[in-house]
C-alpha cells in the first residue's frame, strides 16, 4: 500500500473537463487499483504496521493501465457533479448504450473523453466521442451495465 499524490489524481480527471474536484479523499494504492477514503490516514497505516491483511480501504476510483489511470464506475458519481464535459442523451439512447453499443448523434461536442448522465443527472457511463460527418459517435467506455454483461 502506498499513498497517491492528488495531482496525479487531478490528471486523470482532467480530461473529463474535472478542474476541482469536491470530495476529500486520502489516496492509496494497492495493487492497481487507487481507493479514496475519508478515514484517519494513521489508522490506516497502523494497520499496515500490525501486517493485517487489508483488502479495501475505500472506494475505488482508478485503474492504473501502465503510466495512466482509468476512472472507475464509483468515481462517476462525484464527476457528474462538478466535471463540464457531460453528455445528456434521452433514455431511449443511454439503454443502448447500457448495451455496450456504440451511437451516433446528431450533436457536436468539443471534447474527446467525457460522462454519459441521465435526464436526472445521475452518473450512467464514462464514454469516449469522436466526430463523424453527421454528427458525434458515442463509444462506451465503462457503463453502469457493464457489470451485468460480464456476468457479475
Known sequence: MRKVRTE???RALHEYGCDRFPAN???????????GTMGDPNI????????????MIGLPLL???????VPLLALGDYMAKSC???VRLPDRIIEKILYGRTVTVKETYNFRKGLLIDGHSDFVAFITLRSRKKGTEI?????IGWYLRAGG
Open 139 to 143: 463509444i462506451p467506455d465503462l457503463d
Open 44 to 55: 490506516l497505516e497502523g494497520i499496515m504496521r500490525r501486517d493485517v491483511k487489508v483488502e
Open 25 to 35: 479523499f486520502e489516496l492509496y494504492e494497492i495493487g492497481d487499483i487507487i481507493y
Open 8 to 10: 496525479q489524481f487531478s
Open 84 to 86: 463540464s464535459h457531460r
Open 63 to 69: 485503474l492504473r493501465r501502465g503510466r495512466k489511470l
